[in-house]
């Protein structure tokens, strides 16, 4: 008898295994999903349906939010203001351009590259673009994501951090103001879901990364300090 029970019982776990499978296909279903790493627990293709209907599942978002507590590295070269993947380091008009890009599943609170002082917070563009579009990160004069850009002055010079919002995106979170002091690795924003951060800076700043690393901000040294105006 007892064992038939346990049969019955099995039998009941994996129909409502099954069931579970067929109502988040082709989702993973929740009884593996924990055990899944982030881009697998929650695929792209799920969260811009849930980007369309507004309603995400709690598990993601706590993901999405995390901030975890970080230490700068000793030395003074600057950090990575965000999490993510370096796409380029471009130089144009005497400005190189480290472009990092955010996926859904990154940490997304910026950090301070340098110890310095905010001379300005300023807002760019007008409208949104989905994608991972180039002309952007330079500022052309046309329609682009609505961007924040950070300026911080230090003893040896300028450098500017910018957050870059897409369609998914939408949204920035400024959390420093003109003439505040701020050290190398504060918090200083965040962007909501996935986007591009960029760093700017003197075009002879030597570089300590190159596209395709992955870096982590205020942990990873991307260039070293500044030297000069």
Do not use: N
């Not at 007892?2 to 009884?31: D, K, T």
């Not at 792209?44 to 599942?57: A, D, N, P």
């Not at 500022?139 to 300028?158: F, W, Y």
């Amino acid at each position: 008898m007892m064992i038939l029970v346990l049969q019955i019982v099995i039998l009941c776990l994996l129909a409502a295994a099954l069931v579970l499978w067929a109502l988040y296909f082709p989702f993973p279903s929740p009884l593996v999903r924990r055990w899944l790493p982030p881009r697998k627990r929650w695929p792209e293709t799920q969260i811009r349906v849930w980007l369309k209907s507004g309603k995400y599942q709690r598990a993601f978002l706590r993901h999405f939010y995390r901030d975890p507590e970080r230490t700068a590295p000793p030395g003074s070269g600057m950090l990575a203001p965000a999490d993510g993947l370096v796409t380029s380091a471009e130089v144009r008009a005497g400005k190189r351009y480290l472009v990092i890009a955010l996926s859904f599943w990154d940490m997304h609170v910026q950090r301070s590259p340098v110890a310095g002082r905010v001379l300005g917070v300023h807002s760019h563009g007008d409208d949104f673009m989905d994608g991972e579009g180039r002309e952007f990160v330079f500022l052309r004069e046309k329609s682009c994501p609505v961007q924040k850009r950070l300026v911080i002055a230090t003893d040896g010079g300028q450098v500017a951090v910018r957050l870059i919002t897409s369609l998914a995106a939408r949204r920035i979170e400024t959390w420093v103001r003109a003439g505040e002091q701020v050290e190398r690795g504060q918090r200083i924003g965040r962007i909501l879901l996935g986007s591009t951060v960029v760093l700017e800076l003197p075009a002879a700043t030597k570089l300590l990364v190159r596209a395709g690393d992955r870096v982590w901000a205020g942990q990873t040294a991307v260039a070293e300090g500044l030297t000069g105006p």
